[in-house]
């Protein structure tokens, strides 16, 4: 479990503790890795955004609703799907992304069942983002939420424009932190964009960090908290950015079972007054 702060509430505003989930890519024989997904309702966030990747094997919706089951009954969510929800992992030679970023998969028909998925998330309440704008309401106060389908696969397109609303917070969700989906959301005025996808790099180097990032955001920038276009918010330079916050993951391909220097993880996002 990580542990991050972010000063993005008005001033005298309570806390929001918010539980960011990621690329788990669960497969039904991981026990283990369900246990722990179910232990996170411990925590008792106000809030879990999911950011996609939960499947990983074409059998593993079941498991994946008993370890969400927890959060589910208990918070409050929103969701964006990830290219494996859609579409099962292939073996491949995973040293091709020392040199390439895999682009959008050429398989015209999903075969894995983020339908059922995303119907399971809704009807528990949690609210769909897919290139959709909603709002959460948590504990009274009304959380605003913009997101998109899966930028790795160009699914994404960005919702329009909508008046102020008057939320307490504004949030970006996305599978995968493309530039230019982060660049839309902080010019729609975002007070914080939550991402995953990266796997933090998942094969690190100590000292040096991720090697790649598998889409076009910078390594610094692989897992973690910072701010976007520029510094942290908090920062003398960081004026004029957003807060971000890349999960590195919890999981990894079947075909590709190896992390390095980069734990598999789940963050709690503690918002409060700035």
């Known amino acids: 479990m990580r542990h991050v702060t972010v000063p993005a509430l008005p001033l005298g505003e ?89 682009g959008p998969r050429t398989t015209s028909t999903p075969n894995l069942p983020a339908a059922e998925l995303a119907a399971a998330m809704t009807s528990a309440g949690w609210a769909d983002l897919t290139n959709r704008r909603d709002a959460v309401v948590v504990d009274g106060r009304r ?4 997101g998109v389908d899966d930028p790795h696969l160009g699914l994404d397109e960005f919702p329009a424009p909508q008046p102020d609303d008057g939320a307490l917070l504004r949030l970006g969700v996305t599978h995968a932190p493309y530039t230019r989906v982060l660049d839309q959301m902080h010019a729609d005025g975002a007070d914080a964009i939550i991402a995953g996808h990266t796997h933090g790099g998942q094969l690190c180097v100590p000292f040096y960090g991720a090697l790649v990032t598998n889409c076009d955001i910078d390594r610094r920038r692989a897992k ?36 390095f220097a980069c734990r598999p993880e789940a963050t709690l996002i503690t918002f409060t007054a700035g």
């Open 143 to 146: 959380i605003a939420f913009a």
């Open 14 to 102: 309570r806390d929001l503790r918010v539980l960011h989930v990621s690329d788990l890519h669960l497969t039904p024989t991981q026990h283990r890795k369900i246990a722990w997904v179910r232990s996170l309702a411990e925590l008792e966030p106000d809030l879990v955004i999911d950011t996609g990747d939960n499947l990983a094997h074409r059998e593993a919706l079941g498991p994946l609703l008993h370890a969400l089951e927890p959060l589910l009954e208990q918070a409050p969510g929103a969701f964006v799907m990830g290219s494996n929800d859609y579409y099962a992992p292939k073996p491949k030679n995973p040293a091709r992304y020392l040199w390439t970023r895999s």
């Open 224 to 259: 973690g908290l910072h701010g976007w276009p520029g510094a942290r918010p908090d920062s003398v330079d960081g004026e004029d950015s957003a807060w971000l916050h890349v999960s590195a993951g919890a999981g990894t391909s079947p075909y590709a079972p190896v992390r």
